[in-house]
């Protein structure tokens, strides 16, 4: 992928106050993109976007996916070439409390989304991220593929099954004529400097970090594909650069680390620890009546690989040291967007 690509167009972000959202937007606005946002205010305090320093060089509007009518006009104004759909209610347990409003962003909020691109001729290629959760997991021990069927457990991962079964949908019935290609990611669990946000392990770890306490751990064994942040951020682009310069490329693809960067959350954590130094460590605290997650999940990229010659880039150990230094960049009140286009500028040069 080239960034240069990207100088000019006009790119819409849903969700761009959010993790994902606020380190894409950081890339879109360096690579020269026409970026319009388009999230609800910044859903953690402190909050990442608000520290990328990119306000001021990109239009930024605060909105509900939910909101049809709104985001119609938002479409109208902007006239996006490139829709990247990242908005959503992220988090397992916030499902588990509130369902409803899970599933009415997640699945409405596709819905309201893909009915913009279809009446707005000026998108040439839309990508809807959803979760690697959206798979029926049956616990087993190699990843699952793009064709294994999707019937996630919990409303978060049920309700992006659906935000899937919705695009493909849409794709079917609407887009056939192949003037917009659309396709969707399903990415594994993402770090990285400025994720804020409760019931997630490296932000946990962070927060106990600069509290100099132990970090509590409720899952050690549970296995999940970790990866940095900027792994799947560059993967989304690459996927929306691709299949609006070739709309055969379009379709399903995971997004995810090789097999080695399959951990438990224990590993990781003491991995964290080991980065982090000053003598940090960590408690077991499994609830024996946690709402459930799965134990095990992991990933099969071969196809990403093949379509596009992709592969990850930082193994876990590098991943976990550049969250380590972004997060103690922002406890000593250091320079964020500096770090940032840092270890983007890195990122890139480890090909």
């Not at 616990?139 to 493909?168: F, I, M, Q």
């Amino acid at each position: 992928m080239d960034l240069k690509f990207y100088k000019d167009k006009r790119v819409l972000v849903t969700g761009h106050t959010g993790f994902k959202g606020a380190w894409m937007c950081r890339v879109l606005v360096d690579a020269g993109a026409v970026l319009t946002g388009y999230s609800l205010e910044a859903p953690t305090e402190p909050n990442l976007f608000a520290l990328t320093g990119v306000e001021g060089k990109m239009t930024s509007i605060i909105g509900d996916v939910r909101d049809l009518e709104h985001m119609r006009r938002v479409f109208g104004e902007a006239q996006p070439e490139i829709v990247l759909h990242l908005a959503a209610q992220p988090i397992v347990r916030t499902g588990y409390e509130q369902p409803v409003y899970t599933y009415e962003t997640n699945v409405m909020g596709t819905v309201n989304m893909l009915e913009c691109v279809r009446t707005h001729h000026c998108v040439k290629s839309f990508l809807n991220v959803t979760t690697d959760k959206v798979y029926e997991n049956k616990e087993w021990a190699w990843g699952y593929r793009e064709n294994e069927p999707l019937d996630g457990y919990d409303p978060y991962s049920n309700s992006k099954s659906c935000s899937e079964l919705v695009t493909h949908s849409y794709k079917s019935s609407f887009f056939h004529d192949g003037r917009t290609a659309i396709s969707t990611a399903r990415a594994g669990n993402v770090l990285g400097g400025g994720d804020f946000a409760r019931d997630r392990i490296i932000p946990d770890c962070v927060r106990a970090a600069a509290a100099g306490q132990p970090i509590v751990v409720r899952n050690p064994y549970s296995t999940r594909p970790y990866q940095h942040v900027l792994e799947p951020v560059m993967a989304y682009l690459m996927i929306a650069q691709k299949q609006y310069e070739d709309p055969t490329l379009a379709g399903w693809y995971n997004v995810g680390p090789d097999d080695c960067d399959c951990r438990t959350t224990g590993e990781l954590t003491t991995l964290f620890c080991e980065t982090w130094g000053e003598g940090m460590a960590w408690e077991n605290k499994s609830e024996a009546n946690a709402p459930h997650e799965a134990n095990f999940l992991k990933l099969d990229c071969s196809k990403i690989k093949a379509a596009f010659g992709w592969k990850p880039r930082w193994h876990m150990q590098e991943a976990i040291a550049k969250t380590v230094e972004w997060s103690k960049v922002w406890l000593s009140g250091g320079d964020i967007p500096a770090v940032m286009q840092k270890q983007i500028r890195e990122f890139e040069e480890d090909v």
